[in-house]
Nanobody, 117 residues
C-alpha cells in the first residue's frame, strides 16, 4: 500500500521560509510524478505544485515564484521549499502520487504550516 509521511511544517513569520519533506513508499517512486496539496480550515484541498518523474515542475499561480518542488529518488522523498511565506499560505500540506492505479487512495497526516503576520 502507498504510504506518505509529511514533515517539516511549523510556525514562521511572514517573509520566512520552510522546507517540507514527504517520504513515500509502496510504489516505484522514481517512475511516478508527485504532487503537493494544501488545505486551510473551511476550504477545499488545493493543488500547489507538481513534479514529473523527469523533474518538470508546475505551480499554482498563488505560489509561483515563491515555492519550489524537488525530488530525491534515492531517498524516495519529494520536497517543497517555501520562501517569502504569507499568512494566506497557512494550511495543512499533503503530498500524493497522481497514479490511476494507486494514487489518491489515501492521504497522510499532512504537516501544519502556520504563517504569522
Amino acid at each position: 500500500q502507498v504510504q506518505l509521511v509529511e514533515s517539516g511544517g511549523g510556525l514562521v513569520q511572514a517573509g520566512g521560509s520552510l522546507r517540507l519533506s514527504c517520504v513515500a513508499s509502496g510504489f516505484i517512486f522514481s517512475s511516478n510524478a508527485m504532487v503537493w496539496y494544501r488545505q486551510a480550515p473551511g476550504k477545499q484541498r488545493e493543488l500547489v505544485a507538481t513534479i514529473t518523474s523527469g523533474g518538470t515542475t508546475n505551480y499554482a499561480d498563488s505560489v509561483k515564484g515563491r515555492f519550489a518542488i524537488s525530488r530525491d529518488n534515492g531517498k524516495n522523498t519529494v520536497y517543497l521549499q517555501m520562501n517569502s511565506l504569507k499568512p494566506e499560505d497557512t494550511a495543512v500540506y499533503y503530498c500524493n502520487v497522481p497514479n490511476a492505479l494507486y494514487g489518491f487512495r489515501s492521504w497522510g497526516q499532512g504537516t501544519q504550516v502556520t504563517v504569522s503576520s
